[in-house]
């Protein structure tokens, strides 16, 4: 029975393993890894599969397509100490893309506070960073790692995204341990963020 689930990883058969290696794309041959939803509809099954270059890397902060102003005022909101910093849009938006060039610009102008990300999954592999995947870590939860986190001293989390009550309880508990808690919300607008907070049981966001 497919409906519903989701595989974290899958090879060319359709069959669940640790990654998948893909043969047959010449000489843009890499390693990828994916992840397939597929549920039931009135046609029979919906599959949806996104495919993730295990190469990828961050993209250069300096090359966002972004103003200097904004640029200057991202600089200066990373630096905050502790609170919880929120990148919305919509699916394909340029979040993750967003964050993880302020993550690694955030590596050199924060060079002595650990930082930390915890997502489902990892999407972009960082250097000087340290990166936990729920999903390569089965018996982990949020209240677990957020547990660990607090005794390594991590300055910055970045969780990979508020959707649901326990990421966003994970992320708002994070912030109230004197941390700066980074991750990203799917919004049309900034304003929308309050009613999407309390839409995942986030009593009073501001």
């Not at 000087?128 to 999903?135: D, M, N, T, V």
């Not at 004197?178 to 907070?197: A, E, F, N, W």
Request: with cysteine.
């Amino acid at each position: 029975k497919f409906a519903g689930h989701t595989y974290t990883s899958l090879d060319w058969t359709g069959n669940p393993s640790k990654d998948m290696n893909i043969n047959d794309l010449g000489e843009l041959n890499k390693r990828y890894t994916g992840r397939l939803q597929i549920i039931k509809n009135n046609f029979g099954y919906s599959p949806v599969l996104r495919i993730q270059d295990t190469e990828r890397t961050a993209p250069e902060f300096s090359k966002l397509n972004l103003s200097p102003d904004i640029k200057d005022k991202l600089n200066r909101i990373f630096m905050n100490p502790t609170g919880i910093i929120l990148i919305a849009g919509a699916t394909g938006n340029g979040k993750t893309t967003t964050i993880y060039a302020c993550l690694e610009n955030l590596v050199k102008v924060r060079p002595f506070d650990r930082i930390e990300e915890v997502s489902k999954p990892v999407e972009v592999r960082l250097d000087y960073i340290s990166q936990i995947s729920l999903e390569d870590n089965g018996a982990l939860d949020f209240a677990h790692v957020l547990e660990a986190q607090t005794r390594r001293n991590a300055k910055v989390i970045f969780l990979g995204e508020f959707n649901s009550s326990k990421s966003a309880r994970f992320g708002v508990d994070a912030a109230l341990q004197s941390k700066l808690l980074i991750s990203t919300i799917h919004t049309d607008s900034v304003s929308m963020i309050p009613d999407r907070l309390k839409g995942l049981a986030i009593s009073d966001p501001a």
